[in-house]
């Protein structure tokens, strides 16, 4: 039997309006900082409808040095976009019963505490699978609901050196590094959104939710990929990876003129006899030593010190127009400021424009998923800490507005203006 996702329309059947493809599924987001924001911002770019409940003090996050945007950090604004926002103190039972409640008329609750919090707030993911079976229950930690490490605190870099990838960062002969982006809750993040569209299809088929642990430490792990592969079938540590690719040669940075690096990836023969043509210099086509990939790899650091002479006779950007011309896959190693300008990202909208309804603005980077049928059309800047306490409260629970305001009164529900940000 073909499920309902798997129907063709007729070929005479009319355009539906377009939607984004998750229009019509509600994630309440208990989320905070990095991982599980990302992850929510994610679906709301998808078009799911995000409600993120917050503490009385709001979203760690929102207090992130060094730059704010009003009284939220730019840190903050990069990763809420597309949400609502509701504050309730989770600790009292009001404010715990509310979120119970909120999560009875969600499709997907997503919380990033460490193991064993949202039992003892009352709100587990046991107690609400058993009431709604068809609810997905998404919990991202350091290390997983369970195991020897479960109740260890975790934070991006401490994940990146347990997992061995930071073994692998940094230059050959230096210290290890943590990488520049911070991979380990992003990587979190993007698994748990995948793990929780999966249950969305599962539950497309079966009418049952599922219960999700997404793991950094596990993710980091996965991401060792080849390099985990090649120890365990060698028994040969890799180390760290430096500016250069252990099979490859010609798969490096160099530093043209200006100071400006290049990345080089000349993988093919083609490739290479192309890159020899643009630098010119001795002929390394028919140097003994270079005549293959093999040969050239055994002897790599005969012929580095010949590239990077070579590649300091002109300036960076004269290098990259030169080597695209002979098809040698080339790109400058972009600071943040020229991604910004990319005449590609630029293109391709991944460089957002934000504006809040009280006139803030800000710039962020975009949502890389394109869908021809179902992408957004626009999206909301991120909310205030409580800017939807009351009609969240009003629309969802169908509280009225003395219930509403004996909860703000007992101090277990907040809206905006009495919560308490800092700057």
Not at 6 to 28: F, M, N, S, T, W
Not at 78 to 90: E, T
Not at 114 to 119: I, L
Request: charged share 25%; net charge negative; with cysteine.
């Amino acid at each position: 039997m073909q499920s309902r996702s798997a129907q063709k329309p007729a070929k005479d059947a009319p355009v539906a309006e377009q939607k984004p493809a998750l229009a019509g599924i509600r994630v309440l987001d208990l989320t905070q900082v990095l991982s599980g924001p990302f992850c929510t911002q994610m679906l709301a770019d998808l078009g799911a409808e995000v409600i993120k409940v917050e503490g009385p003090t709001g979203d760690i996050a929102r207090s992130m040095p060094p730059s704010f945007i009003g009284n939220d950090s730019t840190y903050y604004v990069a990763i809420n976009r597309n949400k609502r926002s509701v504050v309730l103190d989770m600790k009292t039972a009001a404010g715990s019963d509310a979120v119970r409640r909120l999560a009875l008329v969600s499709d997907i609750v997503i919380e990033n505490f460490r193991p064993g919090v949202c039992d003892r707030l009352g709100f587990s993911a046991e107690k609400l699978r058993e009431e709604k079976p068809s609810l997905i229950w998404c919990s991202i930690s350091g290390f997983g609901q369970h195991g020897p490490y479960r109740d260890k605190p975790a934070y991006d870099m401490i994940v990146q050196a347990l997992s061995g990838g930071m073994s692998l960062t940094g230059e050959r002969d230096g210290t290890s590094v943590r990488a520049g982006i911070p991979i380990g809750d992003l990587a979190a993040g993007m698994y748990a959104s995948t793990a929780i569209l999966a249950a969305l299809h599962r539950r497309e088929v079966t009418g049952r939710g599922e219960t999700i642990d997404i793991s950094m430490l596990d993710c980091q792990a996965a991401l060792l990929s080849y390099q985990a592969s090649f120890y365990l079938a060698s028994g040969q540590v890799p180390g760290r990876q430096g500016r250069e690719h252990d099979s490859i040669a010609t798969y490096r940075t160099f530093k043209a003129k200006d100071g400006i690096e290049l990345v080089i990836a000349a993988l093919t023969e083609r490739m290479w006899t192309s890159l020899c043509d643009v630098l010119g210099g001795p002929d390394l086509v028919n140097d003994s030593r270079f005549l293959t990939a093999h040969q050239r790899s055994i002897n790599r650091n005969q012929l580095w010190p010949i590239l990077e002479d070579l590649f300091l006779a002109r300036n960076a950007d004269e290098w990259r127009q030169a080597l695209d011309a002979q098809g040698v896959p080339v790109a400058i190693v972009n600071t943040v400021d020229r991604v910004a300008v990319d005449p590609q990202i630029r293109h391709r909208g991944m460089v957002l424009d934000l504006a809040s309804e009280d006139g803030r603005q800000a710039q962020v980077m975009g949502d890389p998923i394109f869908m021809k049928e179902s992408r957004r059309s626009s999206h909301t800047f991120p909310p205030a800490a409580g800017e939807h306490t009351e009609a969240i409260l009003r629309e969802l629970l169908g509280m009225n507005a003395d219930e509403i305001d004996a909860m703000i009164a007992s101090k277990s529900a907040f809206v905006r203006e009495k919560v308490t940000q800092t700057t």
